[in-house]
């Protein structure tokens, strides 16, 4: 599972989730969240399903093979989340007997005709109606919904939305489509017979055996999963897809796609066949599987999921030239997804607790894939950005990665289990080396296959490969919380020659790790790698022929720490200069952001920054200098320009160009006003801010070129001042994502907020339904999240009345527009509905 944030407005507000918490718990703790107890052992489910689109329900029959797990039972009981249960019998060679059965609170309790002992298989079937609409379970911060089975535009009344079927299995929600034991730690094979409207593909686990034609236009296929995977990775898509066909050796390789991006669809999930192979040749374990596809849907409730063969995709991977010119946003999510085949659907954690042994792994292997094509800047700045996330959020100080006591299962997806998760493998690659580290990997695999595992596992492969005791590593990383928080200091002893390094820890518990510090001595850096003991105050000597010009300490950015670190922008220049490491010269350029215009030295460190080899450095020191500044723009136009028009990385174009902007000089207009017919979404996007910028005149003219409809949420940013400014009215749609979340944008970012603010307000007092619908629908999106925040609800809530009591009064003054105006007063009332 990748999270993903229905909008960029809601990035840094947390919602607490309110999800039922799960019931297994022991008495060791307060709150003790116990892996699920193994009564029966799944063996198979086969399923024979149609779909009713008018009442979204799905019909269903299954034939479920088990067998008690040890000890000798005369009951089944599964999980059905708000069915309609019409028959249950014991199926012997087609010979349905009817068993007795009692099903109440989701719960479908079945006695069997006997007792029956350990690997005594039986076969029950039954007859059913999912009704996904009905169920009670709510979603979370990470997946914002929770009734398994999704009806996507089933009655075709949207006219821009096409008709889709999709599932969503984690946490617990395929016993929400199927009865099943819904619990990670049971594994089944599978088989599902969907019969559909013929006009519509269909995708489900493992390979296509079977597709045969029905009556009135009906196609019955039949998919075959031989190989034994949890419950929550099943997964049913139905739609008017494009297939786009792409290989790994002899395995096919497909891509689901809607027609209108069918011909970008290489350009979007292309490197796939290159991400397997990278993958299996890193772990020497092959891709396990006998085919992958991926898949997107509409309205999709997270971000990516990793369902077995079938990787469900949110839509906003669906991108076209404008996008991926500047970077396809999505093909971290799709290395994370692929690499879960292995760490999360091959071997799968065996609670929710243990959660992170699929989460951090995919989380990591983002960092691999970025190293292997993109270079070991790149693949740091991801994890630095990652890290980042969850070292700036102190709520997450206090979590476990493992973790025994959550209120609800839906809490362990966070920064947490994710992000610091991957910087802890990172960690523990570089105390193992890369040898030790890629062959643990390679024995938890093989030693876990198509079975469940959890972290004292995952600790035993490393141990058993390297020969190294790791309960130190796993006891303070995994089943504790935290991380440093390190402040240093040092003096030079002219006698012996040496300085004396001091690192403090400052959090309550103490952590052991090894540190890498560099030295200067006479401008030139010197790495020593020392071991830090669980203990506040550590000290080193290391001989020095002065008093050293820098020590920097975590030099190779390995160490997940918070560290306090204050040096002069001389010696920020210095340590930019002097690192290798992107993290050491990221921090340096990162640091001097109060002394740009005061210090020659920060400006000398900016212009050093514009020819760094990585181009996220190129846009950290645009986005850092003021060109307006006649010091700054004498040392820096002439490298700033050259960027703006030659750069080979179109995001530093278009940094570069607005921060030309800043001039408001109208000699640079030729370069924006090329830029406004570039591809590149970024490129035109600050090129038009530069031309209005220079000349406000020419704002709605060039604005009326781009088309917002497709564009990514940074375009929309960049744009939405100018939009709501100029009342640029064939662009107000397409700023309702801002719009929407006003609130939340004026918390993160004032200004944005207040042109988002703006934005709403000109939608509610004008008659563009279009608009107001967009608004209604991004909320109702996310409704689940926000409804577990109260103040975040009250605040929709409110919102929405105000816009409300706008269109009453729009309403009013424009009696002869009734019609329109009285369906957007219909949506903002469903709306505030919803909120209540």
Partial sequence: MKKAILSVALLGILFSANVSAQ??????????????TKVTELKHTKLKVNFDYQKEQMNGEEWLTASPYFYPT???????????????????????????YE?????????????????????????????????????????????????????????????????????????????????PNQKTTQEIYMTVPDKYVTLSNGLLK???????????????????????????????????????????????????????AKQIYGNTPEMIEF??????????????????????VSGAMENTTATLHGSDILQKPGQLIDENKWEDTIAHELFHHWFGDLVTAESWSNLTVNESFANYSEYLWNEYKYGKDHADYHQMSDVNMYIHNPSDFKKNLVRFNYDSREDVFDLVTYQKGGGILHMLRNYLGDDAFFAGMNDYLKTNEY??????????????????????????????????????????????????????????QPFEFPLAIDVYDNGKPKRYNVWVNAEAKSTFNFDVSKTPDLVN???????????????TPEQYLMQYTGSKELKSRYNALKNIKDQVGKSPAATKLLSAALKDPYFRLRMKALDLMDLSNPEQLKALGADVEKLASNDPKTLVQASAIAAL????????????????????????????????TVDPSKASTMADKINLEDASEDLVAQLLPIVVKNKITSQMANIASYAAFYPFVKFQNPELGKAAEDGFNWIMTSDNLKATESITKILGRAKSQVGQNPQAKMMISQMLKDGLSKKMELLKQNPQSAASINKQIDALNKAIEDYK
């Fill in 103 to 183: 099903y109440k609170d989701d719960i479908l309790k079945i006695s069997l005709d006997k007792t029956y002992q350990k690997n005594q298989d039986y076969t029950v079937y039954i007859k059913y109606t999912s009704r996904p609409n009905e169920v009670k379970q709510e979603g979370s911060a990470a997946i914002s919904d929770a009734k398994g089975l999704y009806f996507i535009n089933a009655q075709g009344t949207e006219a821009d939305k096409p008709t889709q079927i999709w599932t969503q299995g984690e946490t617990e929600s395929s016993s929400a489509w199927f009865p099943t034991i819904d619990k």
């Fill in 661 to 692: 902007a800043k001039t408001k000089d109208k000699k640079y207009t030729p370069v924006f006003e090329k830029g406004i017919n570039a591809v590149s979404n970024a490129v035109k996007g600050n090129s038009l801010g530069a031309i209005v």
């Fill in 23 to 36: 019931t297994e718990t022991s008495g060791r703790e307060k709150v003790y969240r116990a892996t699920h």
């Fill in 553 to 567: 300490i975590n030099a190779d950015g390995i160490l997940l720490a918070d560290i306090t670190d204050t040096k």
């Fill in 279 to 300: 993958f299996s040749k890193k772990m020497g374990y092959d891709y396990p599987w006998a085919k992958y596809a991926q898949i997107s849907g509409r309205d999709y």
């Fill in 74 to 100: 005369g009951e089944l009981t599964l999980d059905a989340k708000s069915m309609l249960i019409h028959e249950v019998a014991l199926d012997q060679n087609g010979k349905k007997t009817p068993l007795k």
């Fill in 451 to 508: 079975k469940n595992a959890e972290a004292h596992q995952l600790r035993l492969s490393f141990e058993k490969v390297s020969g190294k005791d790791l309960n130190w590593f796993f006891n303070q990383w995994y089943f504790g919380s935290g991380n440093p928080k390190l402040n240093y200091s040092y003096t030079f002893e002219p006698v012996k020659k040496q300085v004396n390094v001091v690192i403090n820890q400052s959090q309550d």
């Fill in 210 to 264: 079977d597709s045969q034609k029905e009556s009135n236009g009906l196609r019955t296929d039949h998919w075959v999963m031989d190989k034994p995977h949890s419950t929550y990775l099943f997964f049913m898509g139905v739609g008017d897809y494009a297939i786009v066909k792409d290989k790994w050796k002899n395995i096919a390789v497909d891509y689901y796609i809607e027609k209108e991006y069918e011909s970008y």
